[in-house]
């Protein structure tokens, strides 16, 4: 039996790619990004999206959402609660990120996760794909521009 391992990790700052592992096969997987993070002196929550395309961190009373397929800062929202965020965890489908403090949850739209989508899915409609595949991308693209428009005219 082969073993195969299909991972995305975030390891002491650094992010592996998705792929199959064949490890019986001698192969390792492989840094996709690095950098540095300049955080306060106050440590940070960080969680990433079960689609992987998103890594949230949570530093006293802000969060910030990075694109795990750029490494760059998409978006931050500041001053959430009066003291710290304790917690904060995404949803199954990646759609929103929980975060907890002053004994309140609060719940938002992981919009950042909506911009990666559409870029992923304009990346593998460049790839050879069947017309059904092509549909649905399509479809995913206007669905997440779609509420992109709704969010921004809401804020």
Do not use: W
């Not at 300049?38 to 802000?62: D, F, H, K, Y």
């Not at 719940?107 to 909506?114: A, L, S, W």
Request: proline share 3%.
């Amino acid at each position: 039996m082969t073993h195969t391992h299909k991972t995305r990790a975030i390891m002491t700052g650094h992010l592996l790619p998705p792929q199959t592992i064949d490890y019986k096969k001698g192969e390792d997987p492989h840094l996709l990004r690095t950098g540095k993070y300049a955080q306060g002196s106050s440590p940070s929550l960080i969680a990433l999206s079960p689609n992987a395309e998103v890594v949230a961190v949570a530093t006293t009373n802000s969060l910030a959402f990075y694109s795990a397929l750029t490494g760059d800062l998409d978006y931050k929202i500041e001053n959430i609660y009066n003291g710290k965020i304790t917690s904060i965890l995404f949803d199954s489908l990646g759609k929103y990120i929980f975060t907890a403090g002053d004994k309140h949850i609060r719940v938002f739209h992981n919009v950042t996760g909506y911009r990666c989508a559409i870029t992923t899915a304009n990346n593998k409609l460049k790839q050879n794909q069947t017309s059904a595949t092509k549909e649905r991308l399509q479809k995913l693209i206007a669905d997440s521009e779609s509420f992109l428009q709704t969010i921004d005219t809401k804020a």
